[in-house]
């Protein structure tokens, strides 16, 4: 008997029981192994090891586990490779190889630099062009993604369209030229405060007597970052243009949209580190005003706080105070609604009352310190209403948007305005995800506050998973400020407060209380992932589970998710070559660092292998060729 035939991609079809040959393969794989099962059955997959068969999890766990023989690339796993060119092979071979080079990915960007003032930018685009931005991008602008998004179609997999134009904080630093017309160089200081002529360099909090600096003041910082450089607010405005031809564009393809999205493009990034600044003293005011560490404030302890801050204040103006904090008339406050009912916009008058009563306490001076001005006050409402803006786009489309995370010192106004755009935005159903960086001690905590903050608000939560992207900067900056480093001491703590999160969100989408996207390169992960869904009974798709990779990389997982009918998804960025430089370089980064883990080596095995394949392949058929023309 004939072996029967894989079926359409993404069907069960080829999760049954199927003939195989005497020595015992399997059929199970997408039908460009077909012509490798000739007859014969089994009760059970030699590859799984599953008797009476394996269900659809065991299957997808196997087959992305397929190089058990370090040396073979399995038929399964051929027909990954199978779609791509022996010239695209090797390109991918070389770019990843090359990523494993310390000192060229070290210097990458002083390279660049010095090939583009020698060699010209022609020929530097050129080389660029060709080599990274073919492997990690989609191309220069829209007409150029549709290719790679038919290919990816073609095997199951949605893309995320973004827009990778970028800046690293370093060049947005970059202080002005005596040519530079004021307000259109890069900058990173926010604009004046308060019309006395201090900006909010001048205002920047304090650690331990220091400024808490930037990346842009870091000597040596890798341009390793996502953050866009500040020219002026009317830059902000045309970059939601940007966005939203990338919504559209999501909206166009088939099945769910996704479109990224990085809030440093839509406002200035030391306004971010403000913001950020403002709202950890929210929380600073709630842990001191908690004197038994049970979690809650109290009446009494409320007004301890209260009259450090304003000692002059009534009773009544305390009460009135607390009342607006207590919604819930319990008599006491959590951080949730405490975090909920104190403003960003409330710092600028607070301060003038502590200035007017003259207090002088240590609260009372750090709050001063970090509070937003009303002029920046101004500049986040615009910030929020440039995001808004977009949330409203992405509900019109029904496209999910994706909010990146970005360094620890812009993350919680980056989580701030999440927050407040999921209480309108994610009521029905999740549009806006907010990214969890699993490398920081306390997004583990984070996760579980925000979750508890949907249930109680009655919206739907939405997460990106990830392990996080900045670890060389975050570093450094603690070092130099001589604070505590906010990443785990160890991988081995990344991986399991990963796990952890992982864990409590599947938790949550099986309560059909929230969709997660689990952004990882990890193979480990991946496989938690979809044995915790069938642990759950969460199908493949329609779930609320969704699986994204970067374009260029981890293939061998994307592709046979997509292939098993689960919810993959590669991130397609596009962009002028020399705007997603910065990007093209990060990639580098990121690959250097994974190259010394299992995910890139068994990449570049499996390229290996298959290019010594065809190469074999090649040869047979050369030397039969020179037999036929003999005879």
Not at 129 to 135: A, D, G, I, L, P
Not at 212 to 233: I, K, M, N
Not at 349 to 354: A, D, F, L, P, S
Request: a neutral charge.
């Amino acid at each position: 008997a004939a072996a029967a035939p894989c079926g359409p991609v993404g069907t069960t079809a080829r999760l049954q029981r199927l003939p195989v040959s005497p020595a015992g393969r399997w059929h199970c794989c997408p039908s460009s192994c077909s012509a490798l099962v000739p007859l014969g059955t089994l009760s059970h997959c030699p590859w799984c090891y599953g008797s009476g068969g394996c269900s659809r999890q065991q299957h997808l766990i196997s087959i992305i586990n397929s190089s058990r023989d370090k040396h073979m690339v399995r038929p399964c796993c051929r027909s990954i490779f199978n779609m791509r060119s022996t010239g695209e092979l090797l390109r991918m071979y070389v770019v990843l190889k090359a990523c494993s080079i310390t000192p060229l990915v070290k210097n990458a960007e002083a390279l660049v630099r010095t090939s583009r003032r020698v060699l010209g930018d022609a020929f530097t685009f050129g080389v660029m062009r060709h080599t990274f931005m073919k492997q990690f991008c989609a191309g220069e602008n829209e007409e150029d993604l549709r290719p790679t998004i038919d290919l990816l179609r073609a095997n199951g997999i949605a893309t995320i369209i973004d827009y990778a134009a970028e800046d690293d904080v370093e060049s947005a630093a970059k202080p002005a030229g005596k040519g530079d017309a004021a307000g259109q160089h890069p900058s990173t200081t926010a604009a004046t405060t308060d019309g006395s002529g201090n900006t909010a360099a001048d205002a920047a909090p304090l650690i331990d007597g220091a400024p808490v600096l930037g990346a842009t003041q870091l000597p040596g910082a890798v341009a390793v970052s996502r953050t866009y450089s500040y020219e002026d607010e009317a830059t902000c405005d045309k970059h939601v243009n940007i966005f939203l031809q990338a919504i559209a564009t999501g909206a166009k393809l088939p099945g769910q949209g996704f479109a990224a999205i990085k809030v440093t493009a839509l406002g200035n990034p030391t306004l971010l580190e403000r913001m950020s600044a403002a709202l950890l003293e929210i929380r600073s005011l709630f842990r001191e005003a908690d004197l038994d560490g049970d979690g809650f404030v109290d009446r009494g302890e409320f007004d301890t706080l209260y009259k450090q801050l304003f000692p002059a204040a009534s009773q009544e103006t305390i009460d009135r105070a607390f009342a607006s904090l207590d919604w819930e008339g319990n008599g006491k406050v959590d951080i949730i609604s405490w975090s909920h009912r104190i403003h960003l916009a409330d710092m600028p008058g607070m301060v003038q009352r502590i200035k007017s009563q003259g207090t002088c306490t240590r609260l009372s001076q750090e709050l001063v310190a970090v509070a937003l001005t009303r002029e920046e006050v101004k500049l986040a409402k615009a910030l929020l209403g440039r995001v808004a803006k977009l949330a409203a786009a992405a509900v019109g489309t029904n496209v999910k948007l994706m909010i990146d995370a970005e360094h620890s010192y812009f993350q919680p106004a980056i989580d701030h305005t999440t927050q407040v755009l999921s209480l309108t935005y994610n009521k029905d159903s999740p549009i806006i995800f907010n990214t969890y960086q699993a490398y920081l001690k306390g997004s583990y905590e984070r996760l579980a506050e925000d979750m508890e903050r949907a249930r109680r608000k009655g919206y739907v939560f939405a997460a990106k998973l990830v392990r996080g992207a900045y670890v060389q900067l975050e570093r450094k900056r603690a070092d130099a400020l001589g604070y505590e480093s906010p990443i785990w001491d160890t991988i081995e703590g990344t991986h399991a407060n990963y796990n952890k999160c992982l864990e409590a969100v599947l938790d949550e989408v099986a309560q059909d209380r929230a969709e997660v996207m689990i952004a990882s390169h990890n193979q480990a992960s991946i496989e938690r992932t979809v044995a915790g869904m069938a642990k759950r009974g969460l199908s493949p798709s329609g779930s609320g589970v969704y699986f994204g990779q970067l374009l260029g990389m981890a293939d061998n997982l994307t592709f046979p998710l997509g292939q098993y009918g689960y919810e993959a998804f590669k991130y397609v960025p596009y962009g002028p070559i020399e705007l997603v430089m910065p990007y093209l370089i990060r990639r580098a980064h990121e690959n250097s660092a994974m190259t010394k883990g299992p995910g890139i080596g068994k990449e570049l095995r499996m390229l290996r292998s298959e290019l010594g394949r065809r190469l074999m392949q090649l040869g047979s058929s050369s030397r039969g060729r020179k037999v036929h023309a003999t005879a």
